[in-house]
């Protein structure tokens, strides 16, 4: 127990430090909430806590949101969500830590292609189509649409505060759909809250010390640790998800 305990904080602490830091690093809290909770039930354990920092965010950034942008994204984004919601409830444990190791990999490739290459296909014409329902899937499945829904909006160019306003306004409308469509699945229970219960403070103490150390931060060599982890993490759900 005292274990579970421990990986539920750090996974709350990292929530946390994301949401108000540099972002990028929800590839790696799903992993380590299930080495708690193996399987789909940690996704139940995540996602509240992800709409208690999603409506902090929103109290924060208030202004300069872009509702043009989020019209055109959003109803993709909730086809995404009830096909990631189908595919979630119709996969084993098994099945879902192998699917979840491949997206990681994948969206970490991406990563790494983007750094040299451009992706056009954000600047297409359907790009709010692809991107919304890519976002919804993604985010349902791996609790990773971070990195494609900045893709997007930094096509849009809008300038900043209007692109941290409209991401964190983006994110809680996909959150309240992921929610609602894990409590269809029976995967948000007494169970789980009392887990996203205990993170609580790691969560917190995330937030601030995201908020106050973001600016002392070298985001080059914090982007080396992270795609680490995120490799770490990847291989352990591929390659010792029986262990």
């Not at 919304?132 to 900045?150: H, K, R, S, T, Y």
């Amino acid at each position: 127990m005292e274990m579970s305990w421990l990986f539920i904080s750090l996974a709350c602490l990292v929530t946390g430090f994301s949401k108000f830091s540099i972002g990028g690093l929800g590839l790696i809290i799903l992993p380590l909430m299930m080495l708690a909770f193996p399987g789909p039930e940690a996704l139940g354990v995540i996602v509240p806590l992800y709409l208690l920092t999603d409506f902090v965010a929103v109290m924060t950034y208030r202004k300069n949101i872009n509702w043009g942008v989020l019209a055109k994204l959003l109803p993709f984004g909730a086809i995404g969500v009830m096909l990631g919601t189908y595919v979630l409830g119709n996969i084993d444990s098994s099945t879902f830590m192998t699917m979840l190791g491949v997206l990681i990999f994948s969206l970490l490739g991406l990563s790494l292609w983007l750094d040299y290459h451009p992706l056009p296909i954000f600047s297409h014409r359907y790009a709010a189509g692809v991107a919304g329902g890519l976002c919804g899937f993604v985010g349902v499945l791996a609790n990773a649409a971070g990195p494609l829904m900045g893709l997007f909006l930094l096509e849009q160019k809008m300038e900043k505060h209007a692109y941290v306003a409209t991401r964190v306004w983006a994110f809680l409308t996909l959150n309240i759909l992921k929610m609602v469509g894990l409590i269809s699945l029976g995967l948000v229970n007494m169970e789980t809250l009392e887990a996203s219960a205990v993170g609580l403070p790691a969560l917190f103490l995330g937030m601030f010390i995201g908020y106050k150390v973001f600016a002392k931060i070298s985001a080059d060599q914090l982007k080396v640790i992270v795609r680490c982890a995120i490799s770490l993490s990847a291989a352990h759900l591929l390659f010792f998800k029986s262990q």
